[in-house]
């Protein structure tokens, strides 16, 4: 969603709320813009991303695969506790 966002629009949510952390299981797994923000953005600019949004035929397809990506992520990060664990339980051990 974000490249349809035009940066303009983006650096001036980003410099009044900021990004935001996505977590998962405390973790943080990605960054996003704020669903809302208090922030004086031209009319005529706020339309047109609105229009490129809108006019964006693979929005659906794109989303899906971010979602995909998203999934593929939080899987690696969950193997990748599951060896952390598993070797600070065999450090301990050795102790």
Do not use: F
């Not at 940066?7 to 996505?22: K, L, N, Y």
């Not at 964006?56 to 971010?66: C, G, K, Q, V």
């Not at 690696?76 to 952390?84: E, M, P």
């Amino acid at each position: 969603m974000r490249t349809l966002i035009p940066h303009v629009a983006q650096a001036q949510i980003r410099g009044w709320c900021g990004d935001i952390s996505v977590t998962h299981e405390g973790r943080i797994i990605a960054s996003r813009l704020p669903e809302r923000c208090d922030v004086s953005i031209d009319a005529a600019a706020i339309a047109t991303g609105v229009a490129s949004i809108r006019r964006e035929p693979r929005l659906h397809d794109e989303l899906n695969r971010y979602l995909s990506w998203i999934n593929e992520k939080v899987g690696s990060l969950k193997d990748s506790v599951a060896r952390t664990n598993s070797l600070r339980q065999a450090l301990i051990e050795q102790s």
